[in-house]
């Protein structure tokens, strides 16, 4: 019979090499009925941000008492402390790296994965933190293990934030950064879409100016516009293309909008 409870995966670990497989293995071997579903593996390697990114877009769309096991750990086996995080409606086990910095605002409580009872093994290994940590953790808390029992309590403000920059509004002007590309390579920015909503606005962007719309199929193949992503934040796209690409942008790099009158 198939477990009620659920456990996501999110990684940088790609789809070319046994890791991830061998995470799931870890963990069928404590709950075998576990619905373990993937949100990605293709996070940039070591890209906080990205991770970041991701697991605040998908949080929202999980049933209480979610495990989301993240694991994009440039820091492993090194100083950084293993740790899992209670939300308002679900749990992260991951590196204290900042990577949960999105919903820091949903947590509740937080404990060092100091008890080894609840790893793979008592002396793991040095760079494989998400088979032999993370992932046996988020199993035995998808089982109803209480989370006090997997370390101690630390406070949530010793917990390691993302230094990101924030959005500057003057007058009809915003200026905010990118903080995430996709696959299709769209420029996800910091800017809330509810800043604009009902408005139209431009981005300029090397001396070419953006205009606002509503979907990708407003302007040609090729040529750029800038909307309101599924996501609720400001994107630039292109119509069949790359806005990564063609204007060369990347993560943390800063974009201005203009609101029309």
Same mark, same amino acid.
């Given at each position: =019979?198939?477990?009620?409870?659920?456990l996501t995966l999110l990684t940088d670990f790609g789809d070319r090499d046994v890791y991830?497989?061998? =995470?799931?293995?870890?963990?069928?071997?404590?709950?075998?009925?576990?619905?373990?579903?993937?949100?990605?593996?293709?996070?940039?390697?070591?890209?906080?941000?990205?991770?970041?990114?991701?697991?605040?877009?998908?949080?929202?769309?999980f049933p209480m008492n979610t495990v989301h096991v993240a694991v994009v750990d440039p820091?492993?086996?090194?100083?950084?402390?293993?740790?899992?995080?209670?939300?308002?409606?679900?749990?992260?086990?991951?590196?204290?790296?900042?990577?949960?910095?999105?919903?820091?605002?949903?947590?509740?409580?937080?404990?060092?994965? %100091?008890?080894?009872?609840?790893?793979?093994?008592?002396?793991?290994?040095?760079?494989?933190? @998400?088979?032999d940590i993370f992932a046996p953790v988020g199993a035995h808390l998808s089982t109803g293990?209480?989370? #006090?029992?997997?370390?101690?309590?630390?406070?949530? #403000?010793?917990?390691?934030?993302?230094?990101?920059?924030?959005?500057?509004?003057?007058?009809?002007?915003? %200026?905010?950064?990118?903080?995430?590309?996709?696959?299709?390579?769209?420029?996800?920015?910091?800017?809330?879409?509810?800043?604009?909503?009902?408005?139209?606005?431009?981005?300029?962007?090397?001396?070419? #100016?953006?205009?606002? @719309?509503? %979907?990708?199929? #407003?302007?040609?193949? @090729?040529?750029?516009?800038?909307?309101?992503?599924?996501?609720?934040?400001?994107?630039?796209?292109?119509?069949? @293309?790359?806005?990564?690409?063609?204007?060369?942008?990347?993560?943390?790099? %800063?974009?201005?909008?203009?609101?029309?009158?």
């Open positions: =019979m198939t477990s009620d409870r659920f991830v497989g061998v =995470m799931k293995g870890a963990i069928a071997q404590i709950e075998p009925q576990l619905n373990v579903i993937d949100l990605t593996h293709r996070i940039p390697p070591q890209n906080l941000l990205a991770a970041r990114f991701a697991l605040l877009n998908a949080y929202p769309y820091g492993v086996g090194g100083s950084r402390r293993g740790i899992a995080i209670q939300l308002q409606n679900g749990y992260v086990v991951c590196p204290d790296n900042g990577l949960y910095s999105g919903i820091l605002d949903f947590a509740i409580a937080a404990v060092e994965l %100091t008890n080894t009872q609840y790893w793979r093994v008592p002396n793991p290994s040095n760079t494989f933190h @998400g088979r293990i209480p989370l #006090e029992k997997l370390g101690q309590r630390i406070d949530l #403000e010793s917990l390691v934030r993302l230094d990101l920059p924030v959005i500057e509004i003057n007058q009809a002007q915003i %200026t905010g950064y990118i903080q995430y590309i996709d696959h299709f390579g769209n420029l996800i920015t910091n800017i809330p879409g509810a800043l604009v909503e009902g408005k139209s606005w431009q981005i300029i962007i090397k001396n070419i #100016e953006i205009n606002s @719309g509503r %979907t990708y199929s #407003e302007v040609n193949q @090729g040529k750029a516009v800038t909307l309101i992503g599924s996501h609720g934040w400001i994107e630039i796209a292109v119509n069949s @293309g790359s806005a990564a690409k063609q204007f060369q942008l990347t993560w943390e790099d %800063t974009v201005q909008l203009t609101i029309n009158d």
